[in-house]
């Protein structure tokens, strides 16, 4: 069944979440798809369009990188007040 669910999940485009056909009614795929590959293009213009500082990847990506390195950060701390 696993496989069937991961073949039902179209992956999406950075701000733009995966699409989950599972529930979808296979006659309505096409249109779905298509309009799931528009909203990409759509979201990427938009993008561009932006200033650099408040494009996805200098907001969400480099806050979950801050979070990354603080959470690294807590953890070498903490191994070496066990040491």
Same mark, same amino acid.
């Given at each position: 069944?696993? %496989? /069937?669910?991961?073949? @039902? =999940?179209?992956?999406?485009?950075?701000?733009?979440?995966? *699409?989950?056909?599972? !529930?979808?009614?296979?006659?309505?795929?096409?249109?779905?798809? %298509? /309009?799931?590959?528009? @909203? =990409?293009?759509?979201?990427?213009?938009?993008?561009?369009? *932006?200033?650099?500082? !408040?494009?996805?990847?200098?907001?969400?990506?480099?806050?979950? %990188?801050?979070?990354?390195?603080?959470?690294?950060?807590?953890?070498?701390?903490?191994?070496?007040?066990?040491?």
């Amino acid at each position: 069944m696993k %496989k /069937q669910e991961e073949k @039902d =999940i179209v992956p999406g485009y950075k701000g733009v979440m995966d *699409l989950d056909l599972s !529930l979808v009614a296979k006659e309505n795929h096409a249109v779905v798809l %298509k /309009q799931h590959d528009e @909203d =990409i293009k759509s979201y990427k213009l938009y993008q561009e369009s *932006l200033p650099e500082h !408040l494009r996805y990847d200098n907001t969400v990506v480099r806050a979950e %990188k801050v979070v990354a390195t603080t959470v690294e950060a807590a953890r070498v701390r903490q191994m070496k007040k066990y040491k």
